[in-house]
């Protein structure tokens, strides 16, 4: 059987995942496997040389590491725990005497099901197989803790997307004036909200305009207006070409546990319009790159509108400059420090 001291899964490995595995496992100098559902859009980036092999599979059949022709590892970093084949490799190698490394998205929600209920079905159900976790930022730290997870063994840096794909465009007070938003068309992201909240600001001031990129049920409910650009599903490697025409990204979801698109356009420079559910919020936004408003009140929408429209150039340059510093603190690298040291952590507790 092949021998991997290391092992990566990530349900659908998308491209940034991709990424920064590629970054960690160069970092780590070990021998790893990938073990991958098959993305949804194909991942070009994985074939741009990753160091080790990658095993694609069902996500839905309960595999082990003989079925799959591999040695059990000695250290697995496991996300996509819901899914039986994932959680049946990572219950396999923890037999073996594997640590295991979890990787959550969880941010806080302050629902009595979070609060009440999630540390005790965290203790039960997961506390004894995980020895450490990658979270995405500070509100994933805060849920570990709050689930009995020593601070000592978190790391955030779970998302992040490429500083090489997504970059400054031109000087926010020279971009067009206009809203962009990247993302499903759901309930969950108040897509139609926030046209609602839109259209009332522009009637009283017209001249911005909305780009709404992306896919999803309520694509056919979203109102004509010739203010509004709609734009259907962007490849990822074509995506970074969207945000450095924008001023402000927006985004107004309901909920959102981190959301790796906010970190995608502050690496791009914009300004940032984001609803006080998004999980992301604690790590890119602040009063001087970012205007926040309640989830789901559309008058607050409206007045989020009208205070970016009243932003001047001396702001503006702020909001750039704060929202490139912010974002340059995740990405590739940030993931690849979480991992080598836990890495390192775990080995030297297993020796």
């Known amino acids: 059987m092949n ?34 559902s098959r993305p949804a859009v194909p991942v070009k980036g994985m074939g741009k040389g990753p160091p080790q092999p990658h095993v694609w599979i069902d996500p839905g059949i309960k595999v082990n590491w003989a079925d ?28 073996h005497g594997a640590r295991i490394i979890g990787m959550t998205d969880a941010n806080v929600r302050g629902d009595f099901r979070q609060a009440v209920l999630g540390p005790v079905a965290f203790r039960l159900l997961h506390r004894s197989h995980f020895d450490a976790m990658i979270v995405a930022g500070a509100q994933g730290r805060r849920v570990m803790q709050m689930y009995g997870m020593p601070d000592a063994n978190i790391r ?30 759901e309930p969950v992201k108040n897509v139609l909200g926030l046209v609602d909240a839109f259209l009332r600001f522009n009637e009283q001031r017209p001249g911005w305009t909305l780009r709404l990129c992306g896919s999803g049920t ?85 007045a989020a509108f009208n205070e970016a429209a009243d932003c001047g150039p001396e702001w503006l340059a702020g909001a750039e400059r704060e929202s490139l510093h912010l974002a340059a603190q995740f990405g590739p690298r940030r993931y690849a420090d979480a991992v080598e040291s836990l890495v390192t952590l775990c080995l030297e507790d297993a020796r």
């Open 3 to 36: 021998a991997a001291r290391v092992a990566f899964s990530w349900y659908g490995l998308p491209h940034y995942a991709a990424r920064q595995i590629r970054e960690a496992i160069e970092r780590l100098d070990e021998r790893c496997v990938v073990i991958g």
């Open 68 to 95: 799959l022709g591999l040695a059990p590892p000695k250290v697995f970093i496991q996300s996509g725990w819901s899914y039986p084949a994932i959680v049946a490799l990572g219950r396999d190698a923890r037999r």
């Open 156 to 185: 955030e840096g779970f998302y992040g997307a490429d500083p090489e794909l997504f970059k400054a465009g031109p000087p926010l007070a020279q971009r067009g004036r206009t809203f962009l938003f990247v993302g499903r068309f």
């Open 218 to 302: 309520q694509r056919t409910m979203i109102r004509d207006h010739p203010a509004i650009v709609v734009e259907d599903f962007v490849q990822p490697l074509d995506l970074p070409g969207r945000y450095p025409d924008a001023r402000f990204f927006v985004l107004p979801s309901v909920r959102e546990a981190w959301g790796l698109v906010v970190h995608e356009a502050a690496l791009s420079g914009c300004a940032l319009m984001l609803s006080d559910r998004v999980g992301s919020g604690d790590d890119l936004a602040r009063p001087s790159n970012a205007l926040r408003f309640r989830a789901g009140d559309t008058g607050a929408l409206v």
